[in-house]
């Protein structure tokens, strides 16, 4: 993602000094650095003030003697024709750069190393330790590696396949690559993580005109990497997989899948799973819905031609979905009912909405290192600085309202917030302040969606739903609401995640029946004992409650996966199996893990969580542990079995 050119490109000095006043002064100072290797722009009187807002001041706190004083040097250092005297600072004068960009003080050493690969300075990328000899081996035993899913997870995976010139080919049920963001069309539908965190640590960047960008820009990004990465000619789009099945005997998985009509089985050496877990709906139903003369559907299902102008819209479930729809369709209807179960913290985001203005774009599109470092930021404000507040003290006098001293403040700051949003309706401010610790369940950004439940057209409803007429909904109360649209915004199977291909592993034992209805566990979140040479991307205990993003946890598990086949091919290793003790110690790990953490909390209810109360779904691990335990494949804790002979060909039988 870095600018590699020998000298630096000439940049319009009128251009340039009008940019300079909406630069980030933190960013523009590493820009500096780089270009001149000067440690004056380390040094005070050149030291950023520490800002955790999410998106920071960009005069980083220098008065504006000192604002002048960095715009006019960087004027005369960018209009130069200098190569960079710094391109890759390494992990040592990394650390010390971010120290200061950041003022942070206390950055654990492992973070310059993450952080180095995040922004391009270092490939995140499995390499063969001898590329020719590697290459001959797996064109010889004519490797195959079948990835199910074109969303990020695959996409990420079939990328280090590239690179190693490993052949592969992704199976897609949908009509385009994006995962999420293709197949979610509902109104309002967008990233809530900063764009500029939420991307790929390779591949051109992508122009996003907000900071938190809508969801047809973000599809149109994922269809453009894959294109531009060769990625995209691979994939089988329109083709749904019907059964995946280990043959023990030619140690091969068999993915048996359909498309037009026409059924067929591939053979590959590795099945990955990259489904993810946000197209699985949670399917509600309600008594007497079969006679609801309207539409009735789950946001994943939005029709595409759906005119909702002047119709009475009835939104059922308060989730992120919803905080989504319920503000984009307000203005847009006659009448919203939202129907409440539970209440959901939320955040304030004050430049939630705010466009990126073309100067601060011409400075990411034209600037050296200023895209890096700007990326860097807003990686670090979303990543592991929340994590330690999150721990049960536990001698904390009220578990079920807050599990310690800063995260009594979190919940202090957020009902604050829900007053004053909605000081003018003192009747929906009990209805809307959560009963439970912030963050035990998923942390929501608020994107209007209190100002849009106080509109005249709106009504919070927390009386639970009895029954569903013709044209109506009627609630426990015996109340009756005209409804001529019915969005059953009620979240996701979850916990199936890859069970649902219908996995058959050795012995003939299903991943289903292995998993259960609900309690998924694999090693490190992506194998499984008894499923040989199968990896799962974005599995269970993955999903992050606290900040980063699922494309960087998908970075993990592809280089993780990516680096085993490189073992399997170098070390002739026909079949990899995580085994059984390993698998239980690390999920006694996690579990541990999550006893000390909010989502644990005592009376909490939620879908990281199982019907026995266990965690599945949320990671406890900060962004820095999952990385550290996913960058290298450790089949010393496997179950292996060497390549006898040159395996048959990969084929695809009718």
């Known amino acids: 993602m870095t600018d590699t050119v020998e000298t630096a490109k000439p940049i319009d000095p009128s251009k340039l000094e009008k940019a300079l006043a909406s630069a980030d002064l933190r960013v523009l100072l590493m820009v500096m650095f780089h270009m001149t290797g ?46 960079p005297a710094v391109r890759d600072p390494g992990d ?61 997870a695959g996409i990420i995976l079939a990328n280090h396949l590239e690179r190693l010139g490993v052949d592969y080919v992704i199976f897609d049920k949908a009509d385009e690559v994006g995962g999420t963001w293709h197949v979610h069309r509902y109104p309002g539908c967008a990233v809530d993580t900063p764009n500029h965190a939420y991307s790929f640590s390779f591949g051109s960047r992508y122009r996003w005109t907000r900071y938190f960008s809508p969801r047809e820009q973000l599809e149109d990004y994922v269809i453009g990497i894959a294109k531009e990465t060769g990625v995209w000619d691979k994939v089988r789009l329109n083709t749904t997989v019907e059964a995946v099945t280990w043959d023990e005997t030619r ?24 489904v993810g877990q946000l197209n699985d709906p949670m399917q509600v139903h309600f008594k007497g819905e079969e006679s609801f003369k309207g539409e009735i559907f789950h946001p994943i299902d939005w029709p595409d031609d759906l005119d909702i102008s002047g119709k009475k819209v009835a939104v059922v479930g308060t989730g992120a979905s919803a905080m989504q729809i319920v503000p984009a369709i307000v203005d847009e209807v006659e009448e919203l009912q939202v129907y409440q179960r539970t209440p959901q913290w ?41 994590h330690p507040t999150l721990r049960k003290d536990p001698n904390w006098p009220t578990p079920t309202r807050s599990v310690n001293k800063i995260n009594e403040r979190h919940r202090v700051e957020m009902e604050d917030y829900i007053k004053s949003e909605l000081a003018d309706r003192p009747d929906l401010i009990e209805k809307c302040i959560p009963d439970y610790p912030p963050y035990g369940k998923r942390i929501l950004l608020d994107a209007g969606w209190f100002k849009a439940i106080k509109k005249p057209n709106a009504e919070l409803v927390t009386e639970g739903i009895d029954h569903i007429k013709e044209n109506a909904i009627v609630t426990k109360d015996g109340e009756r609401r005209e409804a001529d649209i019915i969005v059953v915004s009620t979240g996701y199977r979850i916990n199936r995640m890859t069970a649902r291909l219908n996995v058959t592993g ?54 993780y996966i990516a680096n085993f086949i490189v073992r399997m091919v170098e ?8 085994t059984q003790e390993a698998t239980d110690e690390y999920t006694a790990r996690v579990d541990a893990e999550h006893e000390s953490l909010v989502w644990s909390a005592e009376g909490l209810n939620s879908y990281y969580r199982n019907k026995h109360g266990r965690v599945t779904s949320a990671c406890p691990w900060r ?27 990969a084929t695809a039988t009718g």
């Open 571 to 578: 070390d002739d290793l026909q079949v990899v199996e995580a």
């Open 346 to 386: 939320a955040r304030p985001i004050p430049r939630f909405h705010d466009p990126i203005g073309e100067d601060q774009q011409w400075l990411l599109d034209t600037v050296p290192f200023y895209a890096d470092w700007f990326r860097l930021t807003m990686l670090w404000r979303y990543g592991d600085g929340l």
């Open 623 to 649: 962004l820095i542990d999952y990385w550290s335990m996913t960058r290298e494949a450790d089949p010393e804790v496997y179950r292996t079995e060497k390549l006898e002979s040159a395996p048959e060909k």
């Open 92 to 152: 040592d004068l990394m650390h010390e750069m971010m120290s200061k960009c950041l003022g942070e003080r206390k950055i654990e050493p492992g973070y310059a190393t993450m952080m180095r690969e995040e922004v391009g300075f270092a490939s995140r990328f499995a390499k063969w330790t001898d590329a020719a000899v590697a290459k001959e081996k797996a064109a010889d035993r004519e490797m195959l590696v079948g990835i199910v899913g074109a969303g990020t």
């Open 38 to 83: 000067d440690r004056t722009w380390l040094e005070e009187p050149y030291l950023p003030k520490r800002d955790v807002a999410l998106i920071p001041d960009r005069n980083a706190g220098f008065d504006e003697v000192t604002q002048a004083e960095i715009r006019a040097a960087a004027l005369d250092i960018l209009t130069g024709t200098q190569a």
């Open 251 to 274: 140690k091969k998985w068999d993915i048996t899948v359909s498309s037009k009509g026409e059924r067929e089985t591939v053979a590959v050496d590795v099945f990955v799973s990259g």
């Open 506 to 559: 050795r012995d003939g034992v299903k991943l289903e029946d292995v998993w259960g209805e609900d309690d998924p566990k694999a090693y490190k979140s992506i194998t499984v004992p008894g499923f040989p040479n199968m990896f799962v991307v974005y599995g269970p205990n993955t999903g992050l409650a606290h900040g980063g993003s699922s494309i960087f946890m998908n970075e993990c598990g592809g280089r």
